[in-house]
């Protein structure tokens, strides 16, 4: 497996062009020559003209053509939509063929990529399907706070729908099987309630007892350290204060805002369950500041270490077989 990490550049128009020469002009030389950009190399020399930077980016630079490339900052096109895709799809390839070991993404925006035809819900979906994978699940990770969510990128009815016994069980196992992976030897996984203190006895919902409670009964047989229901109102201050290693949430909103709320700038978006590993920022295309050189780059960077860390997992894995 290589070690070296593919960097998408996310949407031309975005900051993510930005954000990905800040990074790698900080690297040391040795981080830089395992680093390679997905995207646009007039685009990112644009980038690196607005950053002030002086730095050599064609060795680290897949250069992939955009039309009228550099385009305008901070609008929404299609054209950058369906660049914004074939990043993505260059550097799932690579990963496929062991070229890189992990890709970190820049931010993409979902209405410049439907506009480009290409219909996903957004990074997770776009690489399960590029990658013909069953699953994937979303873990937004900080230094304090993990969540793993059942659903993401539905609606909130939708994602009531989703939270069956089956998916709440494999969202589990998956979420146990990763931090296991980057060095948990038995993750403590509590598991929030969908509904107002867990349904209440059913006053409020059956849900938690009749879906939930039954998935978290069959990971515990299978040797899983985990509770819950907890009602969701005090469990992420639980992890957060210590009490817990991963929090599964049952919907989109549920884990993205304790998480945006103590870790804005720092947690990373993790794909687990693909056959390739992924990270990423965990913000948008910021178009309205795009281009300023202004974008701050600490989730970058934060994405970034998290790759390295998966990527030396896997030498280790390997040297120890």
């Not at 907890?230 to 805002?257: E, K, M, N, P």
């Not at 295309?285 to 795009?290: E, K, Q, S």
Request: charged share 20%.
């Amino acid at each position: 497996m290589s070690n070296i990490i593919g960097i998408t550049m996310g949407d031309p128009c975005g900051v993510g062009p930005e954000i990905t020469v800040k990074a790698l002009a900080e690297m040391s030389s040795e981080d830089r020559n395992a680093t390679r950009i997905y995207g646009n190399l007039a685009t990112l020399e644009a980038a690196r003209e607005v950053l002030g930077l002086r730095l050599d980016l064609k060795p680290f630079v897949v250069d992939l053509p955009v039309e009228g490339a550099p385009l305008a900052w901070g609008t929404l096109s299609p054209v950058a939509g369906d660049a914004a895709f074939r990043f993505i799809e260059k550097a799932v390839r690579h990963a496929e063929a062991n070229a890189i070991g992990c890709i970190v993404t820049a931010p993409i925006n979902k209405e410049a990529l439907n506009l480009a035809g290409h219909h996903y819900d957004g990074h997770t979906g776009m690489l399960r399907s590029l990658t013909a994978s069953a699953a994937a699940y979303m873990l937004l990770a900080s230094e304090r706070l993990k969540v793993i969510h059942v659903s993401t990128h539905v609606s909130l009815q939708e994602a009531i729908r989703r939270a069956t016994t089956e998916r709440v069980l494999a969202t589990i196992r998956a979420g146990d099987a990763h931090l296991k992976r980057i060095g948990y030897k038995s993750p403590r996984i509590a598991v929030a309630g969908l509904n107002p203190h867990c349904g209440e006895n059913g006053l409020f919902g059956t849900e938690d007892d009749d879906q939930i409670a039954p998935a978290v009964a069959a990971a515990k047989s299978e040797g899983i350290n985990v509770e819950g229901p907890i009602s969701a109102d005090t469990v992420f201050h639980r992890a957060y204060s210590g009490g817990f290693d991963l929090v599964v949430a049952q919907y989109h909103d549920q884990g993205h805002i304790p998480i945006k709320l103590v870790a804005f700038d720092t947690a990373v978006n993790v794909s687990v369950d693909l056959p390739i590993d992924r990270t990423s920022v965990d913000h948008g295309t910021a178009f309205d500041i795009a281009g300023k050189g202004i974008a701050n780059h600490g989730n970058m960077n934060s994405a970034i270490a998290y790759a390295r860390k998966l990527v030396a997992g896997q030498a280790e894995k390997r040297n120890a077989s």
